[in-house]
């Protein structure tokens, strides 16, 4: 005969119902965490990094809207999803955009720890996870120190576990923003432009943050969000 006791039959998540209850909380599942999901992308996608985005696990029955940016230069494809996005009468209204790019593998539980941190430093308006520039002697993409009063780009080390470093800018290649920073006015257009002309050269990520922190924008890097970088040719995951 199988008896069952109290603890065993409530089931494992009501046996600690206050652990249970703060990892609710702190993942902030709870609250409306609509993502509007942007990705840039020539006309293939290699098998490995379209498998490690479709594992991805949003949070649960919450909204959320892929949009595929086909066939433009990386700035052009940011800047006009953007504008879309904030011109329309819904996905305006909505909290987030996550930027992923076709080379980057992120973890399955990314977008949720991207959304935990989120929810608990409303002062930042973007936090990345960690990923490293291809090929021997790669650097984090964590740009610039922060503590210098001159605004820089200098790779900085890399947050810890457990840690978020906050930076002048990052990479594109998994981010968490909030739609509303897109809306501000003080933030130039076009948002993205990578540069090579006159005026400098830079790619498209940190030109952008060069007028966001004007603006007053800060980002950051999660040590708890490791992406691999691939490199296309090589098959290499950096």
Known sequence: MITLDSAESSGRHNASIEASYSRIIEGASWKKQRIVVVLPSSMMINAKVALSHWNLIFPPNQATYRMLCLGQEVGEAYSTAIEQIIAHPELSQWEYILTVESDNMPPADGVLKLVAAMDKHPEYACIGGLYWTKGEGGVPQVWGDVTDPILNFRPQPPPRPGELKECCGTGMGFNLWRIAMFK?????RPLFKTKAS??????QDLAFW?????AGYRCAVSGDVLVGHMDINSGIVW
């Open 210 to 214: 060069t007028e966001a922190r004007k």
């Open 184 to 188: 501000d006015p003080a933030i130039a």
């Open 198 to 203: 006159i005026e400098g050269v830079g790619t």
